[in-house]
C-alpha cells in the first residue's frame, strides 16, 4: 500500500522568507510526527499529533515553527522568517494506535536557506 | 527511554550475515527494541522490533539476550543494498512517544 508522502521533496528559499512542508501520512495511521535530520546526524524529534490534537511540540525549535493537522490527516509544519541554521532535512512518520507499532517514514523534505 | 551503544562503523562481505550489535543495559520491562536503516537521501525504513522473544521477517531476525541488556540485528545474506546507516532504539509502548535516534552503525557491505 502507499507509504508516508511528503512533498515538495526539495525546497530552495531565501533567508527571511515562509516555508510550508506537506505530509500525507498512511491511511488509518493515528500518530503523525515530524523530524528535523541535521546533515550527518540521526533526526531529531519536533511535534507529534495523535488525530488533529498536538499532544508534544517540545522539539520545536523556536516559534518560528509551527505545525497543524486540522482533519487528522494531512499535516503541515510551516517555518516563518526562515534562518541558514534551518536548513536540513525535515521527516515526517506515522503509525497506528495500538500499543508498539513501529513508525513509518517518509523520504522528507530537504530545505535549503540561501 | 533507554540509551543505546551501537558500534560506529562494520564491514561485512556481499551474502554473508551481518551481525549489527546493540547494547541497551538501562532497558525497563515495558520498553521495546525497534531497528531501523537509513539508505542515503532516504527516509529511515523501519525494520524490525522485539520486547522479550527473538523476532523474524522477511528482513531481518532480532536476537534479544535474556536480561535484555543487549540485542542483535541479523541480515542473514547481506547484499549490496543494505549498505545504510542502521539505528537501534529503545522506546516504550505507547503510540505516543518520540523515536530518540543515535548516531547509529554504518553498514558497509563489499563485493
Known amino acids: 500500500g502507499a507509504g508516508v508522502s511528503q512533498s515538495p521533496r526539495y525546497k530552495v528559499a531565501k533567508r527571511g522568507q515562509d516555508v510550508a512542508l506537506r505530509c500525507d501520512p498512511i491511511?488509518?495511521?493515528?500518530?503523525l510526527f515530524w523530524y528535523q535530520q541535521a546533515l550527518g546526524q540521526g533526526p531529531e524529534f519536533l511535534t507529534y499529533?495523535?488525530?488533529?490534537?498536538?499532544?508534544?511540540k517540545s522539539g520545536l525549535p523556536s516559534d518560528r515553527f509551527f505545525a497543524e493537522r486540522p482533519e487528522g490527516s494531512v499535516s503541515t509544519l510551516k517555518i516563518q522568517r526562515t534562518q541558514q541554521e534551518d536548513s536540513a532535512v525535515y521527516l515526517c512518520?506515522?503509525?497506528?494506535?495500538?500499543?508498539?507499532?513501529?513508525?513509518?517514514f517518509g523520504d522528507g523534505t530537504r530545505l535549503s536557506i540561501l | 527511554d533507554a540509551k543505546t551503544t551501537q558500534p560506529p562503523s562494520m564491514d561485512c562481505a556481499e551474502g554473508r550475515a551481518a551481525n549489527l550489535p546493540c547494547n541497551h543495559s538501562?532497558?525497563?520491562?515495558?520498553?521495546?527494541v525497534y531497528w531501523y536503516r537509513q539508505i542515503h537521501s532516504q527516509g529511515p525504513q523501519y525494520i524490525i522490533h522485539?520486547?522479550?522473544n527473538n523476532e523474524t521477517n522477511e528482513m531481518a531476525s532480532l536476537i534479544i539476550t535474556e536480561d535484555r541488556k543487549s540485542s542483535t540485528l541479523i541480515l542473514p545474506h547481506a547484499t549490496l543494498r543494505d549498505t545504510a546507516v542502521y539505528y537501534c532504539?529503545?522506546?516504550?509502548?505507547?503510540?505516543?512517544?518520540?523515536?530518540?535516534f543515535g548516531q547509529g552503525t554504518t553498514l558497509q557491505v563489499k563485493p
Open positions: 512518520a506515522s503509525s497506528l494506535a495500538r500499543q508498539g507499532q513501529p513508525q513509518h
Open positions: 491511511s488509518g495511521h493515528v500518530s
Open positions: 499529533f495523535q488525530n488533529e490534537a498536538q499532544l508534544d
Open positions: 538501562t532497558i525497563s520491562g515495558n520498553e521495546y
Open positions: 522485539g520486547l522479550k
Open positions: 532504539i529503545v522506546k516504550g509502548s505507547s503510540n505516543t512517544g518520540k523515536l530518540i
